[in-house]
């Protein structure tokens, strides 16, 4: 038995960065002892980034309001940076650590990384409990009833919606008043102490108002209407229970997109081969161009294709694209140019604010035709009829191509009739050779 004087818990953030209806925080300040609040800025992920990078920015500021809201209770976070077991193995030695609570994080680098620290832990005779937090549901709370995963979203999510409304999942808004916190012992530090710099891009604040007409102005690029909620659905700065409890009787088509975000978390806890094959696994027979010259024309926005180019822009200024933008440029990548989806994927990764492994995966397979309940490879976006259809006064173009109209914008880069033709020809043959 580990001595009880002195002893506490220890709450892990990683993608869960609020105070409110927090599970893995509830979890621990309901046992009783003292709980010290934790964050690894972990190097295996962050060394990839620039340290100026936008997310590391908003993560720190986060952690600051948290820790701001927790200093007036004697508590306070408190903030390293390393590879989290070499982390766990010095916190081991410096306190007396009863359990670490922490919140699921269903990706593959992350499940691999938990085990290893449950291991360690484990050997230490500390406990590593999580909890199921950043999801309503599961991966393996809504399967078929042959209980296999589903691959199909629309039996899915009619699944989904009915354990939804038997269950309503409720948040809970405040912590444990009567919880402790631990005093971390060092001032909350600077983003300079842990080696990183200010972002000039910032994440916007979430507005939940669009929700009730969400359907109306949802693919309207230049309405700006949707809810900006997806940087905060990934860091956890806002709880999905929450969210959802909001949305369920506003709006039918809001709640759905927040199903699509729960569908492509299950396919990749479920098959997360996906990361690097297609789902569909008859589409890796298909031989992309690959062009480097054409897929650095897609990356800057340089494609002569107006709607394309001003979601690219749109992209590298400010972290976000429009979906309805965004399906068009990945389509384009994919069928126009016939680059490799993992090429998209990978420059959104690298861009997106609010880049999460299992939508971004889960789209570009999508709109490449390799992914499960994808559209048929041989339906190729025409740019210009989702340019007349969703931006039909060119208002979302002429903000993010400001030359647009002038000498310097620069001719197509490919024939469109001609693309589309290319394009399903060697779908074609790709499914042919596998
Ligand atoms: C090629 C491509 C790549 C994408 N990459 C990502 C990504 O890395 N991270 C990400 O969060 N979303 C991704 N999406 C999905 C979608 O574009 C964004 O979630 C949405 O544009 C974010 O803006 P919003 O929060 O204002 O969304 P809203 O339209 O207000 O939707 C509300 C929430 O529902 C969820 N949602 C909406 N659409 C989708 C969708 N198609 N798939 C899964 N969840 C959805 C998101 O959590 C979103 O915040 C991608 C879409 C495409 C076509």
Known sequence: MREQMNMLNIVWFRRDLRSDDNTALAKA???????????????????????????ISFIHERLARMDADMRPRGGGILVMKGDPEKVFDRL???YSISGVFANS???PYAKGRDNKIKTLLGRKGIEFNLYKDQVIFEHDEILKDNKEPYSVFT??????????????????????????????????PSLADRKFSKSSQKVRDYDLSVISD???YRNIPAADLTSYLSPHLRFGTVSVRKIAAHAYDLNHSFMNELVWREFFMQILASFPEIVTASFRRKYDGIEWRNDETEFRRWCRGETGYPIV????????????????????????LCKHLLTDWRWGEAYFAGKLLDYELSSNNGNWQWAAGTGCDAAPYFRVFSPAAQEKKFDPAAEYIRKWVREIGTASYPEPLVDHEFARKRAIEEYRKGLNRI
């Open 155 to 188: 039996p899915y999510s009619r699944k989904w919606l009915k354990l939804y409304s038997a269950e309503k999942p409720v948040a809970k808004e405040h912590m444990n008043p009567a919880g402790k916190l631990a005093d971390p012992g060092t001032p909350f």
């Open 309 to 332: 180019d001003a979601g690219m822009r749109q992209l590298n200024e400010t972290g976000y694209m429009h979906n309805r933008v965004r399906m068009i440029t990945a389509s384009f």
């Open 92 to 94: 081991s030695e410096e």
């Open 29 to 55: 300040l309901d046992e009783g002892l003292p709980v010290l609040p934790l964050f690894i800025f972990d190097t295996c992920i962050t060394d990839e980034l620039n340290s100026d990078d936008a997310r």
């Open 214 to 216: 969400y359907d109306k």
């Open 105 to 107: 994080d269903y990706e």
